[in-house]
């Protein structure tokens, strides 16, 4: 005979119990909607072991909290910004479409994909107006695509080494 749960049920092995029937399996005490499950332990199996903690002696487990989700990562974790994250949960701010190990760029503590860091934080060519990927020519505090660094009176490609005069805010190879 089943009967309604009242208040937050506990979630164990895809069903939802009283909390109160279950206790920590480190301590003892009565457990609480808000009991994690072990999915394996060391020597076990995953599914052979699973037992329930209270909080407070999960915590004292050391298993990490994903940054995203606030759950327990059980499974592969990804170790940045300062947190811990499910391989899954570590996304781009902008798309958010996971790394799945693929190289991140951070900035004021969110991660971004290679596209999207670019397109926010990346130098855009003065002549073209887009962002500059690879090598980007600076001067008259401004940058420019390698292939569009040249003089603005004759049109010659210019280098960083090329020597140059300013003319109109542009970079000009002669006076």
């Given at each position: 005979?089943?009967?309604?749960?009242?208040?937050?049920?506990?979630?164990?092995?895809?069903?939802?119990?009283?909390?109160?029937?279950?206790?920590?399996?480190?301590?003892?005490?009565?457990?609480?909607?808000?009991?994690?499950?072990?999915?394996?332990?060391?020597?076990?199996?995953?599914n052979?072991?699973?037992?329930?903690?209270?909080?407070?002696?999960?915590?004292k487990?050391?298993?990490?909290?994903?940054?995203?989700?606030?759950?327990?990562?059980?499974?592969?974790?990804?170790?940045?910004?300062?947190?811990?994250?499910?391989?899954?949960?570590?996304?781009?701010?902008?798309?958010?479409?996971?790394?799945?190990?693929?190289?991140?760029?951070?900035?004021?503590?969110?991660?971004?994909?290679?596209?999207?860091?670019?397109?926010?934080?990346?130098n855009?060519?003065?002549?073209?107006?887009?962002?500059?990927?690879?090598?980007?020519?600076?001067?008259l505090?401004?940058a420019?695509?390698?292939?569009?660094?040249?003089?603005?009176?004759?049109?010659?490609?210019?280098?960083?080494?090329?020597?140059?005069?300013?003319?109109?805010?542009?970079?000009?190879?002669?006076?």
């Amino acid at each position: 005979m089943s009967s309604t749960i009242d208040g937050q049920p506990l979630r164990w092995r895809g069903d939802t119990f009283h909390p109160y029937h279950f206790n920590c399996a480190s301590c003892g005490s009565e457990l609480t909607a808000d009991a994690r499950e072990v999915k394996s332990r060391p020597g076990y199996t995953a599914n052979d072991m699973n037992e329930l903690y209270c909080l407070r002696c999960h915590d004292k487990m050391g298993i990490p909290i994903c940054g995203a989700c606030r759950r327990p990562i059980e499974e592969r974790v990804v170790t940045a910004l300062g947190k811990h994250w499910h391989v899954e949960h570590f996304v781009c701010a902008k798309c958010e479409k996971p790394f799945m190990g693929n190289h991140h760029y951070e900035r004021k503590g969110l991660a971004y994909c290679e596209t999207h860091y670019h397109e926010l934080f990346g130098n855009l060519c003065f002549i073209c107006n887009t962002v500059i990927y690879g090598d980007v020519v600076t001067a008259l505090n401004k940058a420019w695509c390698q292939h569009h660094f040249a003089c603005a009176t004759c049109d010659t490609k210019m280098t960083q080494k090329t020597k140059f005069f300013e003319f109109d805010q542009k970079p000009s190879t002669s006076r």
